[in-house]
């Protein structure tokens, strides 16, 4: 009697604590640049899961289409009012992560999947896009005055098309843009060339070339300049020139039986 009580009551508490849980997640393009901080929205059909507490996460980490690992820090996760998506109402978690690593090239990651293990022992995996990360020490050669954009159409939704950047040289001699690196491995520039003259402003429209037939609102900028014999290397933060919902990318479904 006491054996079939205790199995029972394993069986209830089973049932009781352990939930199939939907989650959607919409893949986005992340162009990270001098910080270590990204944030990945989760939406969960349950409210208030002990896997995304916080302090029930034991590790996360993050690994490309090549197998790569790049472990990460979950800062926080803020869970917020439920929302309306795809078929019914979720709820969505915020996780804000930390990269722990750095680098002095551009890191570019495809396919990553966000692979998350907590401490009772669920371990789920998350296909949340590509990243692309540098992180490191540039030169502030020329005073950017303005920075604005211009999108384009894609069935229903915008995307970026052009960014035009107001330079303006300020040092006493002239300087000459010889290269236009996108922090970003969805998007690519043309091959240009400009010579600055002292005191000199000019309007640079970059135009972006997509490799896929994908969106982006946002992505870092590295000019490369010469200057009196020497090539220096300047950021242009990526801006978020205007918000979009990452909602227009193929939502993932998936279900995981968690705590």
């Avoid at 393009?29 to 002990?50: A, G, P, R």
């Avoid at 006493?172 to 236009?180: D, F, G, P, T």
């Avoid at 020139?241 to 227009?248: A, G």
């Amino acid at each position: 009697l006491v054996i079939i009580i205790t199995i029972v009551s394993i069986i209830i508490m089973n049932i009781h604590n352990n939930k199939q849980t939907r989650f959607i997640n919409y893949p986005n393009n992340y162009s990270i640049c001098n910080t270590k901080d990204l944030e990945v929205i989760i939406y969960s059909n349950v409210e208030k899961l002990e896997c995304f507490n916080q302090k029930n996460i034991s590790n996360i980490v993050l690994e490309d289409i090549d197998g790569n690992i790049y472990q990460a820090l979950v800062n926080d996760i803020e869970l917020r009012e439920k929302e309306f998506v795809e078929d019914d109402y979720y709820y969505p978690y915020h996780m804000r992560l930390s990269m722990t690593f750095s680098s002095d090239s551009i890191i570019n990651m495809k396919d990553v999947k966000l692979i998350i293990t907590t401490k009772m022992g669920d371990k789920m995996s998350f296909n949340i896009g590509n990243i692309s990360v540098v992180n490191m020490e540039f030169a502030s050669l020329i005073d950017t005055k303005s920075i604005t954009s211009k999108t384009k159409k894609i069935d229903e939704y915008y995307t970026l098309d052009t960014i035009t950047i107001e330079l303006y040289n300020k040092q006493y001699n002239e300087v000459i843009l010889s290269n236009i690196i996108l922090v970003s491995n969805v998007v690519k520039t043309n091959d240009f060339s400009l010579k600055l003259d002292v005191g000199e402003n000019y309007f640079l429209d970059i135009k972006l070339n997509y490799l896929d037939n994908l969106f982006i609102d946002h992505v870092g900028i590295i000019l490369e300049w010469e200057f009196k014999g020497n090539i220096y290397q300047q950021l242009i933060s990526p801006y978020r020139l205007f918000k979009t919902s990452s909602k227009h990318t193929e939502p993932i479904i998936q279900t995981y039986e968690v705590y």
